[in-house]
């Protein structure tokens, strides 16, 4: 039995090797030892806390999909740590998480029990949404109902709606929280209407205190889905029930879903979470290496700082690289290691700033294609953000107004010269918009 799991975990590594590419299978999968796969149970062997951190967080999911995908499996995964830390405290963090991990299972709410008040560091770019954040968890249904969280990938928004509810469950009692992204939404309301089972989705989700939706704006485009969400959405509101939604966007920029729903995402509080500053950056790397025990020298730090312009998950990500390489091979993190480590992430010449690559970094930001910016369409959701790809390239290129119009659709110097008064104009009359400009060119700038 054991070696034909090995068998399979064989073809396992190979399917994931072209999954994540090379250099990610090298740091994070090779080092795995397969220890048990029984029945709906499989036991890997990992080196240490960081491998389990990091593959919990972003890698169980394709494990399962290709061990399914392999061995018709899609159980569950059990870590074993290899290394023996001796670390009372750490050990006594481990504890403390395990215990948060069981109560949450227990009252069946899948919360990640890691993202707390906490472990979230406040600064200028984020310390409006925490606080309402915060006020919330503390008087649910009470004040700023719903509230709407907003901002790009990687900022936190998914730390602060999971906050929210490991701060109730703690300490408020009897409230009955559910965390939902989306796309389980979605694929409860397909199954209830294809299984008949309406009434038990309604049950589930009309009846409980607090509801943490997470990425709100893959509700695109699905009218039956969004149906079922505004009469669930009036359900609680009505009952004064806490709603909590994240977004990568505002409201009024979802697409494809009608205004009554983004009429009621925005009648409580809307709060926007912008990219970290530079002194936000340095605080994050040093409490997340003083919490892992990583002995983060300062200059590393500030390079790294440096380098990572706007994605805290990023971010982490460096540092949990450069701490799992540092423990593995026994050597200490130094900018010389870090910068072998990371030199698929991180490069130190300074990339140039060109049409593509302010084409790239806005489409980003309002959740649309590169190739959208240049087509000849003149449709709202694209013609705002193609006047912003502009207005950014006569303010950090060198190109003429004609040669910027050539590379946004084909247009004229007078087109581009109009495009850049207009997001002028509504950056000095909507402080969000101007924001989310500004957080643009941050991305793109050197």
Same mark, same amino acid.
Not at 83 to 101: F, H, I, M, S
């Given at each position: 039995?054991?070696?034909?799991?090995?068998?399979?975990? @064989?073809?396992?590594?190979?399917?994931?090797?072209? /999954?994540?590419?090379?250099?990610?299978?090298?740091?994070?999968?090779?080092?795995?030892?397969?220890?048990?796969?029984?029945?709906?149970?499989?036991?890997?062997?990992?080196?240490?806390?960081?491998?389990?951190?990091?593959? @919990?967080?972003?890698?169980?999911?394709?494990?399962?999909?290709?061990? $399914?995908?392999?061995?018709?499996?899609?159980?569950?995964?059990?870590?074993?740590?290899?290394? =023996?830390?001796?670390?009372?405290?750490?050990?006594?963090?481990?504890?403390?998480?395990?215990?948060?991990?069981?109560?949450?299972?227990?009252?069946?709410?899948?919360?990640?029990?890691?993202?707390?008040?906490?472990?979230?560091?406040?600064?200028?770019?984020?310390?409006? &949404?925490?606080?309402?954040?915060?006020?919330?968890?503390?008087?649910?249904?009470?004040?700023?109902?719903?509230?709407?969280?907003?901002?790009?990938?990687?900022?936190? =928004?998914?730390?602060?709606? $999971?906050?929210?509810?490991?701060?109730?469950?703690?300490?408020?009692?009897g409230l009955n929280v559910l965390y939902v992204p989306i796309e389980q939404f979605t694929n409860e309301v397909?199954?209830?209407?294809?299984?008949?089972? !309406?009434?038990?989705?309604?049950?589930?989700?009309? *009846?409980?205190?607090?509801?943490?939706?997470?990425?709100?704006?893959?509700?695109?485009?699905?009218?039956?889905?969004? @149906?079922?969400?505004?009469?669930?959405?009036?359900?609680?509101?009505?009952?004064? #029930?806490?709603?909590?939604? &994240?977004?990568?966007?505002?409201?009024?920029?979802?697409?494809?879903?009608?205004?009554?729903? /983004?009429?009621?995402?925005?009648?409580?509080?809307?709060?926007?979470?912008?990219?970290? @500053?530079?002194?936000? =950056?340095?605080?994050?790397? *040093?409490?997340?290496?003083?919490?892992? #025990?990583?002995?983060?020298?300062?200059?590393?730090?500030?390079?790294?700082? #440096?380098?990572?312009?706007? *994605?805290?998950?990023?971010?982490?990500?460096?540092?949990?690289?450069?701490?799992?390489?540092?423990?593995?091979?026994?050597?200490?993190?130094?900018?010389?290691?870090?910068?072998?480590?990371? /030199?698929?992430?991180?490069?130190?010449?300074?990339?140039?700033?060109?049409?593509?690559?302010?084409?790239?970094?806005?489409?980003?930001?309002?959740?649309? /294609?590169?190739?959208?910016?240049?087509?000849?369409?003149?449709?709202?959701?694209?013609?705002?953000?193609?006047?912003?790809? !502009?207005?950014?390239?006569?303010?950090?290129?060198?190109?003429?107004?004609?040669?910027?119009?050539?590379?946004?659709?084909?247009?004229?110097?007078?087109?581009?010269?109009?495009?850049?008064?207009?997001?002028?104009?509504?950056?000095?009359?909507?402080?969000?918009?101007?924001?989310?400009?500004?957080?643009?060119?941050?991305?793109?700038?050197?």
């Amino acid at each position: 039995m054991l070696k034909k799991s090995q068998e399979i975990w @064989e073809k396992v590594l190979e399917r994931l090797e072209e /999954k994540v590419g090379r250099g990610s299978f090298e740091l994070w999968f090779k080092p795995i030892k397969l220890i048990e796969l029984k029945e709906e149970i499989l036991t890997i062997e990992v080196p240490n806390r960081f491998f389990k951190e990091w593959i @919990e967080e972003n890698y169980v999911n394709s494990l399962i999909e290709v061990f $399914n995908e392999i061995a018709n499996f899609n159980g569950q995964i059990k870590f074993k740590i290899a290394e =023996k830390d001796k670390d009372r405290e750490l050990k006594k963090e481990v504890l403390q998480l395990e215990n948060r991990t069981k109560k949450l299972a227990s009252k069946g709410i899948f919360l990640n029990p890691r993202y707390t008040f906490e472990s979230f560091v406040v600064g200028p770019s984020n310390q409006f &949404a925490h606080a309402a954040a915060k006020t919330v968890s503390e008087y649910p249904g009470s004040v700023y109902n719903p509230l709407f969280i907003y901002g790009g990938v990687g900022l936190g =928004k998914t730390h602060l709606i $999971n906050a929210i509810g490991n701060y109730i469950v703690d300490h408020i009692s009897g409230l009955n929280v559910l965390y939902v992204p989306i796309e389980q939404f979605t694929n409860e309301v397909v199954a209830a209407i294809r299984h008949q089972k !309406m009434a038990e989705l309604k049950e589930k989700y009309r *009846n409980i205190d607090v509801l943490l939706v997470d990425d709100i704006q893959f509700i695109s485009g699905k009218a039956t889905v969004q @149906e079922e969400l505004f009469h669930t959405f009036n359900s609680l509101y009505d009952k004064q #029930k806490q709603i909590v939604m &994240a977004s990568d966007r505002p409201p009024k920029e979802i697409q494809d879903i009608p205004d009554r729903l /983004k009429t009621r995402f925005g009648m409580g509080l809307i709060a926007d979470i912008q990219p970290p @500053e530079y002194e936000t =950056k340095i605080a994050i790397l *040093n409490k997340k290496a003083e919490k892992e #025990k990583i002995k983060l020298p300062e200059d590393v730090c500030h390079w790294l700082a #440096k380098k990572i312009k706007s *994605n805290i998950r990023e971010l982490e990500g460096c540092l949990i690289k450069l701490a799992a390489h540092s423990s593995l091979t026994g050597a200490p993190i130094t900018m010389e290691m870090a910068k072998t480590v990371l /030199k698929d992430v991180i490069s130190d010449e300074e990339r140039p700033i060109t049409p593509d690559l302010i084409q790239k970094t806005v489409a980003e930001a309002f959740g649309l /294609k590169a190739q959208d910016l240049k087509v000849k369409r003149r449709t709202k959701e694209i013609a705002i953000p193609r006047q912003v790809g !502009m207005y950014i390239a006569r303010e950090l290129t060198q190109l003429s107004l004609s040669d910027i119009g050539k590379h946004f659709g084909g247009k004229d110097h007078s087109t581009v010269i109009y495009a850049c008064k207009q997001v002028e104009d509504k950056m000095s009359k909507d402080e969000q918009f101007k924001s989310l400009v500004k957080s643009i060119i941050e991305r793109i700038k050197p």
